[in-house]
């Protein structure tokens, strides 16, 4: 009997879904916030007259047929994970042609979390965001309205690695030098996502930042590469204390965060690649010299291009190509992964998971 009665809900909610225009609207949101890895093409905006690789052959081949600003051959994890929750492609802030509806990329290659570049950094991707809430404000007049879609929103963000890479690091650094390095970066995160919370963002997948030792930029470039895994590490190892203090904090009581162990995951790849379906995880499909580290897209360097590209980590030395964000997505999509936690990032999008899951075990009970 109960089954019979499950069942009719299950009816009445999937007639309800199929009868409903307004359920169909899609309320979901999503906002990125970070550097290179999930840029989708702020740069063109920021210097229109500059020449950026990322809007030359060969990136954006694999997937889009044509550059689009990703830095890589498709799509960045953002993209991945708008798709999985039917959201149309999230699109770059400085696009003033672009539709806000659900969500803004902010995110820009070479920034930083530390102020460094007012273009581009953390700081400045907080102020655009300030701007388009202010439109959304114009847009929906209603102010109930427009603080639940910015607490129902998703806000990834990715930062810290082009702290590292733009640091001149004493090449005999000492441990306590390293952390405190680090301690600044972590610091500058964590009051942004403070002001991010002040605007009424609440839930927040960080990524930690890659092993930048084992990178071949780095590899290519560095005379110690050891420096870099140690910041790294250390990045990867006190980002979750600094989200977990915000929560414990009485000043957040609505925070909620999840972090995803991207140190842990790339390294695993570079490690044994073949365990997760590539050839080459030490080696960039595009770029010169021993790594193909660096150069990618330029047009005073010669560089070469990989012929199948799922079957490299690294697209060019520092990011990662469409096979791999694929695959970094969808082990950030579920904690069962065991590279997320608290929460996997499905956690924070419940509704059309919850009707999805509901219409399968319809389809199950027939
Ligand atoms: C933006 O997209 C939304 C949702 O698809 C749509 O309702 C709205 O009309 C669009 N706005 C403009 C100006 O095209
Ligand atoms: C404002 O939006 C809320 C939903 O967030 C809705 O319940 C309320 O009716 C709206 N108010 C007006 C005046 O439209
Ligand atoms: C943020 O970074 C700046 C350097 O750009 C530094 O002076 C400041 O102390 C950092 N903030 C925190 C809270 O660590
Ligand atoms: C490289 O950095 C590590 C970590 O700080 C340090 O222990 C080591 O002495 C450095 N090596 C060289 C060759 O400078
Ligand atoms: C590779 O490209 C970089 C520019 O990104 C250049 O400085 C370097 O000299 C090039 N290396 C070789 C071996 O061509
Ligand atoms: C490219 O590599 C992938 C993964 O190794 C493999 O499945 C696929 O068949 C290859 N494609 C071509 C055209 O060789
Ligand atoms: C999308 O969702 C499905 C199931 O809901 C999951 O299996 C898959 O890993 C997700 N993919 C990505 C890229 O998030
Ligand atoms: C955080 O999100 C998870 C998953 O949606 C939810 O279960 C939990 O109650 C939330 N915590 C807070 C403090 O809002």
Known sequence: MASL???LFILSLFTFTLLNPVCSELDEYLFSFGDGLYDAGNAK???PDKYLPSYHHPYGTTFFDYPTGRFSDGRTVVDFVAENVSLPRIPPF???EA????GANFASEGATASDSNPLIDFRSQIRDFGELKLEWAVQLVNVTE???RLKKAVYLISFGADDYLNYEIPSEASREQLESIVDVVLGNISDRIKELYDFGARKFVVENVAPLGLIPFIKQTSDNSTLFYELASLHAMKLPQILEKIQDGYLFPEFNYTVFNYFGIIKEIIDA???HGFKYGDIACCGNSTYRGQACGFLDYEFCVCGNKTE???FDGTHNTDAANNLLA???WDKESGFISPYGVKDFFPSPTTIQTLLTEATALG
């Not at 539709?99 to 659900?102: H, P």
Request: net charge positive; charged share 20%.
């Open 5 to 7: 009665a499950y069942s």
């Open 45 to 47: 905006f920021i210097y």
């Open 94 to 96: 400085k696009n003033k």
């Open 99 to 102: 539709n806000f509806t659900y």
């Open 146 to 148: 427009l603080a639940r």
């Open 273 to 275: 690649p073949g365990e």
């Open 312 to 314: 490299y980590l690294f």
């Open 330 to 332: 969808e082990l950030m």
